[in-house]
């Protein structure tokens, strides 16, 4: 299983527009995705209310998981997005 773990780069944390930014990125794609806080328990990150119930906050980590083929760019592009804290969802996502 590929992981990546990165700390929450929006200062609000995953709440409202960033969640949404995020759950469109890990939709897009196309593969499943899952996300936890550091020692939760994983929830599906296409799910915006499965997102928002982390309640992940600015600056927590977060892991990013798949078993996907294609899982590591995938997960490269999403921890980039939840690192960064974008604004707009990159179309390289």
């Known amino acids: 299983m590929a992981e990546r773990r990165v700390n929450v780069g ?3 944390g995953l709440h409202a527009r ?9 939709t897009a794609s196309g593969i499943p ?10 929830v599906n990150a ?3 209310l499965a997102v928002l119930g982390l309640g992940a906050q600015g600056g927590e980590e977060i892991v990013l998981a798949s078993d996907a083929e294609g ?3 995938a997960l490269d592009r999403l921890a980039k997005l939840v690192a960064e804290g974008l604004e ?3 179309e390289t996502v």
């Open 10 to 12: 929006w200062a609000e």
């Open 18 to 26: 960033p969640a949404s930014i995020f759950v469109r990125a890990a």
């Open 33 to 42: 995705v899952t996300i936890a806080k550091a020692a939760g328990t994983p």
């Open 46 to 48: 296409g799910s915006m």
């Open 71 to 73: 899982a590591e760019v």
């Open 88 to 90: 707009e969802l990159p």
